[in-house]
T-cell receptor
Framework: NAGVTQTPKFQVLKTGQSMTLQCAQD?????MYWYRQDPGMGLRLIYY???????DKGEVPNGYNVSRLNKREFSLRLESAAPSQTSVYFC????????????????FGDGTRLSIL | GQQVMQIPQYQHVQEGEDFTTYCNSS?????IQWYKQRPGGHPVFLIQ?????EVKKQKRLTFQFGEAKKNSSLHITATQTTDVGTYFC???????????FGAGTILRVKS
């Protein structure tokens, strides 16, 4: 099984360009997440989807939009990229158990390394 | 901002020495998880603690959850070069519904 698959792995954009990061999981998980990782900042939650059909803002949602296309897929869109969005982006998924998604292990993809010039 | 503080930010040890990273929250946590990220890799789940005072071991790794459920630690005995990476704690605030990650501790091991 592939687990969590992210595409692309690397991307360079110019300021103002738009882009969609793709994420798919094959573990039949209900919950999916998008994080960004910057040096010294750990993992910061951008958006999450507790279950198919729902999406919610995380800690740093400004400048991003998401779509939970179906149970497997959760995409992250940058409408007008800015240099401050240069980062490594991780998608993750987890099961949803007893009304909570935060008591289950999260499974991460390999990440997308995004540079914005 | 970060609600889960992790220290130290960085530690460089000689192979065979012990290593400990600490995670602290100002509010009670309902659970805490630990992840390891190898250089250039993605975070990988190690363990979850949910009970006050809980201690769990995985080979040379010992994980503890404080009695007040506001702090946790990961201790590695006799580090090896394979232990290199960043260790993250992630906690759920009591009555919350999302994991909040600490900033991580970067471990480097000199052989």
């Amino acid at each position: 099984n592939a687990g969590v698959t992210q595409t692309p792995k690397f991307q360079v954009l110019k300021t103002g360009q738009s882009m969609t990061l793709q994420c798919a999981q094959d573990m039949n998980h209900n919950s999916m997440y998008w994080y960004r990782q910057d040096p010294g900042m750990g993992l910061r939650l951008i958006y999450y989807s507790a279950s198919e059909g729902t999406t919610d803002k995380g800690e740093v949602p400004n400048g991003y939009n998401v779509s939970r296309l179906n149970k497997r897929e959760f995409s992250l869109r940058l409408e007008s990229a800015a240099p401050s969005q240069t980062s490594v982006y991780f998608c993750a998924s987890s099961e949803y158990y007893r009304g909570s998604m935060s008591n289950q292990p999260q499974h991460f993809g390999d990440g997308t390394r995004l540079s914005i010039l | 901002g970060q609600q889960v503080m992790q220290i130290p930010q960085y530690q460089h040890v000689q192979e065979g020495e012990d290593f400990t990273t600490y995670c602290n929250s100002s509010t009670t946590l309902s659970n805490i998880q630990w992840y390891k990220q190898r250089p250039g890799g993605h975070p990988v789940f190690l363990i979850q603690l949910v009970k006050s005072g809980e201690v769990k071991k995985q080979k040379r790794l010992t994980f503890q959850f404080g009695e007040a459920k506001k702090n946790s630690s990961l201790h590695i005995t006799a580090t090896q070069t394979t232990d290199v990476g960043t260790y993250f704690c992630a906690g759920t605030m009591e009555y919350g519904n999302k994991l909040v990650f600490g900033a991580g501790t970067i471990l480097r091991v000199k052989s």
